[in-house]
């Protein structure tokens, strides 16, 4: 997977952009938001293309909405095998690739001044929330808070269900123990098969990434900046 500030990204990601992402792009209102979603966009078609010994130019993407049927969504790779995902919050953007499993990629800011109590209900399981009255000082709780919610939301993204499916229906967390899904209600089969790695996207982030996979996963986590750097690709 890949992370970056979209300040560092290059101005020629707006170049890879199809029509219709850069439509998208300028539907959105704020400055911040219309770079994130273009950095984003050009960093997940420069890695699939490094990966695949490509032009980025070359690499398409399909996004539909399995409710609306809307171009928004979780973004697939036409006519590639590659699973992908995508996430970008505040300054920053990250970009996940796997060959052999679906894939979900979350990032988030911690923000220190959160009412994390008031959402606890919504986003944390009963075994969670037995849990949570363990940890003490507003610190150690916001932070135990946002890591639960980046485990959980890379859980639903590599399942394709996204924030459709109550974040409380999850269990993923436990003092002292590392990421793991424990618990899914009515989806008993992906305990044990969704696979759950904590990211290091900086101070003042979490974030983690799910593959849905048996087997033990390797997470190799680099630098976007360098990823566009390699490209050669000049306006």
């Known amino acids: ?22 439509a998208r792009a300028g539907s959105l209102r704020r400055v911040a938001a219309r770079r994130r979603f273009t950095t984003a966009t050009a960093l997940l078609k420069v890695a699939v293309a490094e990966s695949a010994e490509d032009d980025p130019r070359k690499v398409k993407l399909r996004r539909e909405c399995p409710d609306c049927r809307g171009p928004h969504g979780r973004p697939e790779v036409v006519g590639g095998t590659l699973n992908v995902s995508l996430t970008h919050a505040a300054d920053r953007v990250a970009v996940a690739l796997c060959a052999d499993a679906a894939v979900g990629v979350d990032v988030e800011q911690v923000i220190a001044d959160v009412d994390v109590d008031s959402m606890l209900g919504l986003v944390l399981s009963d075994a969670e929330r037995a849990d949570f009255r363990a940890v003490h000082g507003r610190p150690a709780r ?4 946002f890591h639960c919610w980046t485990r959980k939301e890379s859980v639903l993204k590599a399942t394709g269900d996204g924030l ?22 009515d989806r008993p089969d992906l305990v044990g098969t969704a696979q759950i790695v904590d ?37």
């Open 164 to 185: 459709r499916i109550l974040m409380s229906n999850l269990t993923v967390w436990a003092p002292h123990d590392l990421a793991r899904l424990t618990g899914f209600i």
């Open 199 to 235: 990211l290091d996207p900086g101070p003042g982030y979490v974030g983690a990434v799910t593959v849905l996979s048996v087997w033990p996963v390797r997470v190799r986590e680099r630098d976007g900046a360098e990823a566009f750097a390699a490209t050669g690709f000049v306006r």
């Open 1 to 22: 997977m890949w992370c970056i500030d979209p300040a560092d990204a290059p101005d020629w990601c707006e170049d890879l952009l199809s029509e219709s992402e850069r």
């Open 142 to 145: 916001t932070q135990a808070f």
